[in-house]
């Protein structure tokens, strides 16, 4: 499969500042597809070693302090020499070895010519650990399930050449918008996990890409009692499980309320931390002015949770697949889209999206592109923008304000209209 991320791997191999790299995000989302097809496309080798299978690997790391020493035993273990800048070397599942984390300062610190590569579940969580995670002494990059493009590219390689050849202001022929919604409501179906999508090429099946889902989130669920350190594990299942109904709700902001009736914000706000932190869930802050910059103006007890897969939210939420393909409007339409447009915006701007709510109007998402503050809406079918949407537009006359939706894409006065499925394409269209 086609992913984004080998682009930030190649950049981050030409860079003279390198440090080691640790790939963050959540289970199963590709971390070791793209640790293994980045080791064997771009460097002379690569060795792998994963902590969860092998555990003699510890002693390596716990007895040694010293990077060359570790090399030698490393390529004893491996059969094959370790050369520097031409061998990958890739650890996998580190979070099941502290040591091994802590060891990749002293790579950088007395070894950095050797090109050192690390994944983990559940590896954000330790950053409140600050023990065991060498702070600064990594280079960090965020993996995510397959964006709508990625997932267009696996599945539809000409669908996607026409996706790729759409610039700003291009007239999109209504063939090819009809073929591109299809193909937006299966992602919603799908999804961007690997195992789904990769299931969905081979056997076009829903009901096989469903069982899927319902198996990655019960493996979830087993992690949180596996991997949570000193959170309350039934607390973070609780939030987990609540999100459906905090989405369902009219303005969708997280309430602690409806975890568990009379809960306070201190009984679960280390659980919401966690899942975040885990890579779980996306959470977007109320602001209170839309100015430049965002996130000084954020409200730190008002914020949405979603999460960080639409298909799971989708099999999470009950939603039947007729319901989606058919056209027809149903209870979770809303925040279903929005979950979709949050994981195809984050990522592309420098700073992670925001909402807006006040008693006169309710903006979905607030974008920072450099100075420049961008409203956004969503809508989940073709319906015209809410009032409060364009008076906001008229009274604040920003530069860009923007309407996803299923319409064509187009300007409707001073609001462009993107459509859904090129929302992964949104800063390049500004």
């Known amino acids: 499969m086609y992913r984004k991320a080998i682009q930030s791997l190649i950049n981050w191999k030409s860079d003279e500042e390198r440090k080691p790299l640790v790939l963050k995000g959540a289970r199963q989302v590709g971390k070791t597809w793209l640790m293994k097809e980045f080791g064997e496309k771009y460097y002379d080798s690569f060795v792998y070693f994963n902590f969860d299978e092998e555990d003699e690997l510890r002693s390596v790391f716990e007895t040694n302090k010293d990077p060359r020493r570790i090399i030698e035993l490393l390529s004893i273990i491996a059969g094959e020499k370790i050369f520097p800048g031409k061998t990958l070397i890739v650890f996998d599942e580190i979070q099941e070895c502290p040591a091994a984390l802590n060891a990749l300062k002293y790579f950088k610190e007395k070894a950095n010519e050797y090109h050192v590569i690390a994944a983990g579940s559940l590896l954000g969580t330790l950053l409140a650990a600050p023990k065991s995670y060498p702070v600064g002494m990594v280079n960090l990059l965020d993996v995510c399930p397959l964006t709508f493009d990625e997932f267009l590219c696996a599945t539809d390689p000409s669908l996607f050449d026409y996706y790729e050849s759409i610039r700003k202001d291009l007239q999109i022929e209504e063939i090819f918008h009809n073929r591109l919604l299809d193909a937006y409501n299966n992602y919603l179906i799908i999804g961007g996990m690997p195992e789904c999508v990769q299931s969905w090429i081979k056997h076009k099946d829903p009901a096989g890409v469903s069982r899927i889902q319902r198996e990655l989130i019960e493996v979830y669920e087993n992690d949180f009692s596996k991997h949570n350190g000193k959170v309350n594990s039934g607390r973070i299942l609780m939030v987990f499980r609540s999100i459906v109904s905090q989405l369902a709700k009219p303005n969708e902001k997280f309430m602690y309320g409806t975890v568990r009736e009379g809960a306070r914000a201190r009984d679960?706000?280390?659980?919401?931390?966690?899942?975040?932190?885990?890579?779980?869930?996306?959470?977007?802050?109320?602001?209170?002015?839309?100015?430049?910059?965002?996130?000084?103006?954020?409200?730190?007890?008002?914020?949405?949770?979603?999460?960080?897969?639409?298909?799971?939210?989708?099999?999470?939420?009950?939603?039947?697949?007729?319901?989606?393909?058919?056209?027809?409007?149903?209870?979770?339409?809303?925040?279903?889209?929005?979950?979709?447009?949050?994981?195809?915006?984050?990522?592309?701007?420098?700073?992670?999206?925001?909402?807006?709510?006040?008693?006169?109007?309710?903006?979905?998402?607030?974008?920072?592109?450099?100075?420049?503050?961008?409203?956004?809406?969503?809508?989940?079918?073709?319906?015209?923008?809410?009032p409060s949407f364009k008076n906001y537009v008229h009274d604040r006359a920003p530069g860009h304000a923007i309407r996803f939706s299923k319409r064509g894409y187009r300007k409707d006065g001073d609001i462009t209209n993107i459509p859904l499925y090129l929302a992964a394409k949104t800063k390049e269209l500004l």
């Not at 931390?273 to 430049?292: D, F, I, P």
């Not at 999470?316 to 994981?343: C, H, R, S």
């Not at 420098?350 to 956004?376: A, H, W």
Request: hydrophobic share 35%; proline share 4%; glycine share 8%.
């Open 268 to 386: 679960f706000e280390e659980a919401i931390e966690w899942l975040v932190s885990a890579g779980m869930l996306n959470r977007v802050y109320n602001v209170s002015k839309t100015e430049h910059p965002l996130p000084a103006f954020d409200k730190q007890d008002q914020f949405k949770l979603f999460v960080f897969d639409t298909g799971l939210l989708k099999h999470m939420a009950g939603v039947d697949n007729g319901a989606v393909l058919l056209k027809t409007d149903y209870q979770f339409k809303g925040p279903l889209t929005e979950n979709y447009v949050l994981q195809q915006l984050r990522g592309q701007f420098d700073v992670e999206p925001r909402y807006y709510s006040d008693k006169n109007s309710e903006i979905d998402f607030v974008l920072q592109n450099g100075t420049e503050i961008i409203p956004v809406e969503v809508k989940g079918g073709e319906d015209k923008s809410a």
